[in-house]
Structures are given as structure tokens and as C-alpha cells.
């Protein structure tokens, strides 16, 4: 099983759009959480840390269910320009962040 | 702020010649540095990482070394490129003590072709 788990999509949807991505973690005992979005040949960014239960930015609201060791990302009201790919990362411990291999967000005008 | 910086941004080697990737961070000091690999569809692999000068993590025996020769230089190379070593190149950074959630923070990248 991999340690992090996420549906490579695409997800198509079109603008003005609510879309949730989810994530599963095999380690239980990971201590933090992120999204980060990454654009076509470029560096990933950081979206989002989940500490919590989740928490909320704008348009972007992540939550953590620890009990059933899954993360996600929900995007309301989505624009062109959130379309990108969005990986889910998991802090396992010292310096070790595992790395899902996104999930691909295409929206259409 | 805070500023990471790769090159090059993109190098194309044939199978066998040596490589050094270069990044270096300004506007912190005594950072954690990380090189990680992300080949064609796949996710991000952790290299290597390092907490200080010369302190060196491997995290996956492969023919690529890292080395620390200042604060905040990190230097990715090999001796010998294989057709695997193709992919995009990434350096990151967090500062240490603070930061106890480790998000990490990317520079711009190496897209690395063997041929």
C-alpha cells in the first residue's frame, strides 16, 4: 500500500464549480498535513497546512479525519487558474514529508 | 523574504558524464535543505537532506551524492549519469527549530534529460 494515496483524476469541471479532492495516509502517526499545488513544468506551492481538523483560506477549505486517516481539499466557486495538479503531503516525522502523486484539476470556461 | 534558487533550469547530458545541480537560499540563515526527484507522472522521491553544513541524509542509495559546502548551498551531483537519473530536479528549504510542521518551500527546479 502506498503511504499516501491520492485518485490521479483529471477532474473535469467547469468554472464557477465546487470540487473535493481526497487523500489516504497509510502512517497513523503523522503529525501534520498540506496541499500543495503544482503547475505544469513548475515547482509545487504550497496551498494549504492542515494541523487540525482543517481549516479554511477563501475559496479552499482542507479537512483531516485522523480516525479514518484521510485528508481533503474542497475548492468552491472554481476559476480557470485553479486548474493545476494538487498533491497531498504527509509529515511522517523528522524532516520526512511523502509526497502523493496528485490529483490533476482541469476547468473549462 | 526568503529566496531559493536553482540552475540550470534545464540540462540535457549524456549517459555517463558527471553532473553538479547548484541551490542556494537567501534572506535565512542555518536552513534545512532538501533535494528531491520527480520523475515523468510520478511523485516527489526525498534525495537527500541536511540539517547543516556537511551534515548529509541519503534517503535512497543511487549513484547522485549531495554535499553542504556553505550555510546555504546545496550541491546535488554524479559521477556517472544513467538513463534513470532523467527527471526534474527540486531543492527545498524550511528554517529549523520554528518550524516543527516542516512545510517546505521549492525552488524552481532542474529539468535533468539523459540521453
Known amino acids: 500500500r502506498k503511504e499516501v494515496e491520492q485518485d490521479p483524476g483529471p477532474f473535469n469541471v467547469p468554472e464557477g464549480a465546487t470540487v473535493a479532492f481526497n487523500c489516504t495516509y497509510s502512517n497513523s502517526a503523522s503529525q501534520s498535513f498540506f496541499w500543495y499545488r503544482q503547475d505544469c513544468r513548475k515547482e509545487p506551492k504550497l496551498l494549504m497546512s492542515?494541523?487540525?481538523s482543517g481549516n479554511e483560506d477563501g475559496r479552499f477549505t482542507a479537512q483531516l479525519n485522523r480516525a479514518s486517516q484521510y485528508i481533503s481539499l474542497l475548492i468552491r466557486d472554481s476559476k480557470l487558474s485553479d486548474s493545476a495538479t494538487y498533491l497531498c503531503?504527509?509529515?511522517?516525522?523528522?524532516?520526512?514529508?511523502?509526497f502523493g502523486t496528485g490529483t490533476r484539476l482541469l476547468v473549462s470556461p | 523574504s526568503q529566496t531559493i534558487h536553482q540552475w540550470p533550469a534545464t540540462l540535457v547530458q549524456p549517459v555517463g558524464s558527471p553532473l553538479s545541480l547548484e541551490c542556494t537560499v537567501e534572506g535565512t540563515s542555518n536552513p534545512n535543505l532538501y533535494w528531491y526527484r520527480q520523475a515523468a507522472g510520478r511523485g516527489l522521491q526525498l534525495l537527500f537532506y541536511?540539517?547543516?553544513?556537511?551534515?548529509i541524509s541519503s534517503e535512497v542509495p543511487q549513484n547522485l551524492s549531495a554535499s553542504r559546502p556553505q550555510d546555504r548551498q546545496f550541491i546535488l551531483s554524479s559521477k556517472k549519469l544513467l538513463l534513470s537519473d532523467s527527471g526534474f530536479y527540486l531543492c527545498?528549504?524550511?528554517?529549523?527549530?520554528?518550524?516543527?510542521?516542516?512545510?517546505?518551500?521549492f525552488g524552481p527546479g532542474t529539468r535533468l534529460t539523459v540521453l
Open positions: 492542515v494541523y487540525s
Open positions: 503531503v504527509v509529515n511522517t516525522g523528522f524532516q520526512k514529508l511523502v
Open positions: 527545498a528549504w524550511n528554517p529549523q527549530g520554528r518550524n516543527t510542521h516542516n512545510e517546505q518551500f
Open positions: 541536511s540539517v547543516g553544513i556537511g551534515q
